[in-house]
């Protein structure tokens, strides 16, 4: 199991671990590690910023999700991945800055914790995938507002992979660079964020907050549940 290690400094709270792929395989135990972190990150007064990184050449690789069992959706499942206190959900109405620090594959989970944060700085060998046909969690509304309509649209329906170019074109990320210079990048962008006032970076994110509630980002989280049923009594995933 990927270990989740909190490490902050100079106002920045950096979340590591091996990769992302334990949240597209539903490893629980992981979820909830890696949501404690930005809770207790974000509530650390010295911290303005949160950024999540993998050790590995990928952020997140492609992995299979476990078999769900639909019962179990509406009560275990839900709460380590679809609920208020979630991780995704965590991250989606965090009270700092969410930025992620991308590299190589971007699947499923990984592409979600890409349309939770606020900034994302992808190396230029980043591939991004749609998670919509996996993941019932994945919140289209945020994807929307993050790439607009159209975009959205096509990347669900399609379940296409955009390389970091394509990925910075419609908006999905903020910054593309060469892999080499990714850490130096994603060092810059934190250093400019954490510039600001304490006060100023919790009164940014509680108006970013009520915009994402006003388009209805918190009722497709709620609503991830039922797609989760119908999705897994559909493909005989569930039990």
Not at 1 to 15: N, R
Request: hydrophobic fraction near 50%.
């Amino acid at each position: 199991m990927s270990v989740v290690e909190v490490t902050v400094a100079e106002h920045c709270a950096v979340i590591e671990v091996d990769d992302f792929s334990p949240l597209s395989r539903y490893d629980a135990p992981f979820a909830r590690d890696l949501g404690r972190a930005v809770v207790e990150a974000c509530d650390d007064d010295a911290v303005k910023v949160v950024l999540l990184r993998a050790r590995n050449a990928d952020f997140a690789p492609e992995a299979l999700p476990a078999p769900i069992a639909v019962r179990e959706v509406l009560t275990t499942w839900h709460r380590d991945f679809a609920g208020s206190d979630a991780l995704y959900q965590a991250l989606c109405f965090a009270k700092k800055v969410v930025v992620t620090e991308v590299t190589g594959d971007v699947i499923g989970a990984g592409a979600m914790l890409v349309l939770c944060s606020d900034l994302t700085v992808a190396a230029d060998t980043a591939r991004i995938g749609s998670p919509f046909s996996s993941h019932p969690e994945a919140n289209f509304a945020l994807a929307a507002l993050t790439m607009r309509l159209n975009r959205a649209k096509a990347w669900m329906l399609r379940e296409s992979v955009l390389t970091a170019a394509q990925a910075l074109e419609q908006g999905l990320v903020n910054r593309v660079v060469p892999a080499a210079d990714l850490t130096d990048a994603v060092s810059e962008l934190t250093r400019s964020v954490t510039g600001m006032p304490l006060d100023g970076v919790t009164m940014s994110k509680m108006l970013l907050q009520s915009v994402l509630d006003a388009h209805g980002v918190g009722r497709d989280f709620d609503l991830a549940d039922q797609y989760a049923i119908h999705l897994w009594s559909e493909t005989g995933v569930a039990r």
